[in-house]
C-alpha cells in the first residue's frame, strides 16, 4: 500500500511546526541582536524557505505526480517499519553500505549512498515529524538555512553596502527555494557548500581557524558522497583564489612575476600525479563515463514521453577530454542560460526560463556597464571574482553536458546561481567604488 503524502493531519501539523521554527528563528535574531543582516534577513529567509518548500511538496503530489522527494520520503517510512520490526538496527542504517539493504530488503528509491544520506538525515527528522512529508520538508529547509545564511553573510563582507542584492541570490531567488528546500540531494549540498564556502574564506582571514577546518571535514563529507562534482567545480578556482592572494601580498614586484609561475606549475603538477584519484571521486562525472551517461540519459529521457517537451540535445561528445571540454560551452550556456523563452512547453518551465533571462540580462549589463577593460581586469586580479566565476564556468560546464532535461537543469544549476550573480555583482561594486570616490550615505543596498 502506498504511503500518503499529504494527509488531513497535516493541516494540523503544518501550521503548527511552522509557528514553532518561527518562533525558534525569532529566538535566534533576539539573541543576536548586534548582528544586523540576522535583523534584517533571517525572518524573510525562512518565510521564503519555507513557501518554497510547502510550495514544491505541492507540486510534486498536484503536478508531477512523483519526484525524488517523495521517493525518499516513502524509503524513510520503509526504513522506520524495519527498524520497528525488528529486522535491522539502527547502527545497520547509519554504518552500512546502501548494497546491503538493496540486496536484502530489494530497496531501490535511494538508488546509490548519495540518495541514502539523504534518506539518513530524513529519517531522524521524521521522528521530530511525526512521520509528516511536509513536516520533514519543513525540518530539512530550516536545518539548511544555516549554512545557506552563513554563505549569504560571507558574501556580504565583500560588499557591505549591497546585502540587500546579496540576499535576492542567496536567500529570496525563487528556484532555489522551490527546488532547494525540501528532501533532496540539492537542499543538504547547497547548505553544505554554504558552510564549506564559509569556513575557506574563515582560515584564508586567520578567523576561528579551528572551528572552520572541523566544519570543513564534516560539510566535504556530505558534498563528496552526495555530489563530489561540486567540489571538483569548486576545487580549481579556489587554488587560483588562494595563489592570486598570495601574489598580491607580495611586495617585490619581481617577485610577484617570479611567484605565480611557479605556483601554477606546483598546482599543475599535483593535479596531474592525482588526477586518476580526483576522477574517480567524481563519480557519474567522471572522464570516462561522461559519454557513456549522456547516451544513456538521452535514451532514458526519449522514453519518457511526459517529459519529452523538457528534454533538450547537445550531441555527440567525443570520448576523451578534449572532446568534453569542446562541449562544455554548450553545457554551460544550457546550465546557466536555457530554456530560452521560446523553448517553454511547460508552465513550470516559464519560472527556470524568465530566470535564465534574467541572468543572461544581468551579465551583459554588467559587461557594458564597465566595459571590456575592466571587466576582464577584474576577473584576472580580484581573487573572490576569480572564484566565483571560475567555479560558475566549470560547474555548469559539467552540469550541461551531463543533465539533458530542463526539469533536472532546475535543481542541478542551484549551488552556482549565486555564485554567477556574485562574480558579476563584485565587478559591478568594485567598478562603482572606483568611478565614485566617496558613495553617498543613502546608497546602501
Same mark, same amino acid.
Request: aromatic content about 16%; hydrophobic content about 55%; charged content about 15%.
Given at each position: 500500500?502506498?504511503?500518503?503524502l499529504?494527509? #488531513?493531519?497535516?493541516?494540523?501539523?503544518?501550521?503548527?511546526?511552522?509557528?514553532?521554527?518561527l518562533?525558534?528563528?525569532?529566538?535566534?535574531?533576539?539573541?543576536?541582536r548586534q548582528?544586523?543582516?540576522?535583523?534584517?534577513y533571517?525572518?524573510k529567509g525562512?518565510?521564503?524557505k519555507?513557501?518554497?518548500?510547502?510550495?514544491?511538496?505541492?507540486?510534486?503530489?498536484?503536478y508531477?505526480?512523483?519526484?525524488?522527494?517523495?521517493t525518499?520520503f516513502?524509503e524513510?517510512?520503509?526504513?522506520?517499519q524495519l527498524l520497528?520490526?525488528?529486522s535491522?538496527?539502527?547502527?545497520?542504517?547509519?554504518?552500512?553500505?546502501y548494497?546491503?539493504f538493496?540486496?536484502?530488503?530489494?530497496?531501490r528509491?535511494?538508488?546509490n549512498?548519495?540518495?541514502f544520506?539523504?534518506?539518513?538525515?530524513?529519517?531522524?527528522?521524521?521522528?521530530?515529524?511525526?512521520?509528516?512529508?511536509? #513536516?520533514?520538508?519543513?525540518l530539512?529547509?530550516?536545518l539548511?538555512?544555516?549554512?545557506i545564511?552563513?554563505?549569504f553573510?560571507?558574501f #556580504?563582507s565583500?560588499?557591505?553596502r549591497?546585502?540587500?542584492?546579496i540576499a535576492c541570490?542567496?536567500?529570496?531567488f525563487?528556484?532555489?527555494?522551490?527546488y532547494g528546500?525540501?528532501?533532496?540531494?540539492?537542499?543538504l549540498?547547497?547548505?553544505?557548500l554554504?558552510?564549506?564556502?564559509y569556513?575557506?574564506?574563515n582560515?584564508s582571514?586567520?578567523q576561528?581557524?579551528?572551528a572552520?577546518?572541523?566544519?570543513?571535514?564534516?560539510?566535504?563529507?556530505f558534498i563528496?558522497v552526495?555530489?563530489a562534482y561540486i567540489?571538483?567545480?569548486?576545487?580549481i578556482?579556489?587554488i587560483?583564489?588562494l595563489?592570486i592572494?598570495?601574489?598580491?601580498?607580495?611586495e617585490i614586484?619581481?617577485?610577484r612575476?617570479?611567484?605565480?609561475?611557479v605556483l601554477?606549475?606546483?598546482v599543475?603538477?599535483i593535479?596531474?600525479?592525482?588526477f586518476?584519484?580526483?576522477n574517480?571521486?567524481?563519480?557519474?562525472?567522471?572522464?570516462?563515463?561522461?559519454t557513456?551517461? #549522456?547516451?544513456?540519459?538521452?535514451n532514458?529521457?526519449?522514453?519518457?514521453t511526459?517529459?519529452?517537451?523538457?528534454?533538450?540535445d547537445?550531441?555527440?561528445?567525443?570520448?576523451?577530454v578534449?572532446?568534453?571540454i569542446?562541449?562544455?560551452?554548450?553545457g554551460?550556456?544550457a546550465?546557466?542560460y536555457r530554456?530560452?523563452?521560446?523553448?517553454?512547453r511547460?508552465?513550470?518551465?516559464?519560472?527556470?526560463?524568465l530566470?535564465?533571462?534574467f541572468?543572461?540580462?544581468?551579465?551583459?549589463?554588467?559587461?557594458?556597464k564597465?566595459?571590456?577593460g575592466?571587466?576582464?581586469?577584474?576577473i584576472?586580479?580580484?581573487?573572490i571574482v576569480f572564484?566565483?566565476l571560475?567555479?560558475?564556468i566549470?560547474?555548469?560546464?559539467?552540469?550541461?553536458i551531463?543533465?539533458?532535461?530542463f526539469?533536472?537543469l532546475?535543481?542541478?544549476r542551484i549551488?552556482?546561481i549565486?555564485?554567477?550573480?556574485m562574480g558579476?555583482?563584485l565587478i559591478?561594486?568594485?567598478w562603482?567604488?572606483?568611478a565614485?570616490k566617496?558613495?553617498?550615505e543613502?546608497?546602501?543596498g
Amino acid at each position: 500500500m502506498e504511503p500518503v503524502l499529504i494527509g #488531513v493531519i497535516d493541516f494540523i501539523l503544518v501550521p503548527l511546526y511552522f509557528v514553532l521554527l518561527l518562533a525558534i528563528v525569532i529566538g535566534i535574531k533576539k539573541r543576536n541582536r548586534q548582528n544586523k543582516l540576522i535583523q534584517q534577513y533571517l525572518v524573510k529567509g525562512f518565510l521564503c524557505k519555507m513557501f518554497g518548500c510547502l510550495l514544491y511538496g505541492l507540486l510534486i503530489l498536484f503536478y508531477w505526480g512523483f519526484g525524488d522527494t517523495a521517493t525518499y520520503f516513502k524509503e524513510i517510512l520503509v526504513i522506520k517499519q524495519l527498524l520497528n520490526s525488528g529486522s535491522i538496527s539502527v547502527v545497520d542504517v547509519f554504518f552500512k553500505d546502501y548494497s546491503f539493504f538493496r540486496e536484502q530488503f530489494e530497496l531501490r528509491g535511494a538508488v546509490n549512498e548519495s540518495g541514502f544520506l539523504v534518506v539518513k538525515i530524513g529519517l531522524i527528522l521524521s521522528y521530530l515529524g511525526f512521520n509528516s512529508f511536509l #513536516v520533514c520538508s519543513m525540518l530539512m529547509g530550516t536545518l539548511a538555512l544555516a549554512g545557506i545564511f552563513k554563505l549569504f553573510e560571507t558574501f #556580504v563582507s565583500f560588499a557591505p553596502r549591497w546585502h540587500f542584492f546579496i540576499a535576492c541570490i542567496v536567500l529570496f531567488f525563487p528556484s532555489i527555494n522551490i527546488y532547494g528546500s525540501g528532501i533532496l540531494k540539492d537542499t543538504l549540498c547547497y547548505s553544505a557548500l554554504g558552510w564549506f564556502f564559509y569556513s575557506c574564506i574563515n582560515i584564508s582571514r586567520k578567523q576561528q581557524v579551528v572551528a572552520s577546518y572541523a566544519i570543513i571535514l564534516v560539510s566535504l563529507y556530505f558534498i563528496v558522497v552526495i555530489k563530489a562534482y561540486i567540489i571538483a567545480g569548486f576545487a580549481i578556482p579556489f587554488i587560483f583564489f588562494l595563489i592570486i592572494g598570495l601574489v598580491k601580498k607580495i611586495e617585490i614586484k619581481l617577485f610577484r612575476l617570479i611567484a605565480m609561475p611557479v605556483l601554477l606549475l606546483l598546482v599543475a603538477s599535483i593535479f596531474y600525479l592525482g588526477f586518476d584519484k580526483i576522477n574517480n571521486a567524481l563519480g557519474e562525472f567522471a572522464v570516462e563515463k561522461i559519454t557513456d551517461n #549522456v547516451s544513456t540519459l538521452q535514451n532514458n529521457y526519449a522514453e519518457l514521453t511526459e517529459n519529452a517537451d523538457s528534454n533538450f540535445d547537445i550531441g555527440e561528445i567525443e570520448p576523451s577530454v578534449l572532446g568534453i571540454i569542446k562541449k562544455m560551452p554548450v553545457g554551460m550556456v544550457a546550465t546557466l542560460y536555457r530554456p530560452f523563452l521560446w523553448e517553454v512547453r511547460k508552465p513550470i518551465m516559464l519560472l527556470s526560463a524568465l530566470e535564465s533571462l534574467f541572468m543572461l540580462l544581468f551579465a551583459l549589463y554588467v559587461f557594458k556597464k564597465t566595459g571590456p577593460g575592466y571587466f576582464f581586469g577584474r576577473i584576472i586580479s580580484d581573487p573572490i571574482v576569480f572564484l566565483c566565476l571560475g567555479y560558475s564556468i566549470i560547474f555548469s560546464g559539467l552540469v550541461g553536458i551531463s543533465a539533458l532535461n530542463f526539469g533536472t537543469l532546475a535543481r542541478y544549476r542551484i549551488p552556482v546561481i549565486p555564485f554567477y550573480f556574485m562574480g558579476f555583482l563584485l565587478i559591478l561594486y568594485q567598478w562603482k567604488l572606483t568611478a565614485q570616490k566617496k558613495w553617498p550615505e543613502n546608497e546602501e543596498g
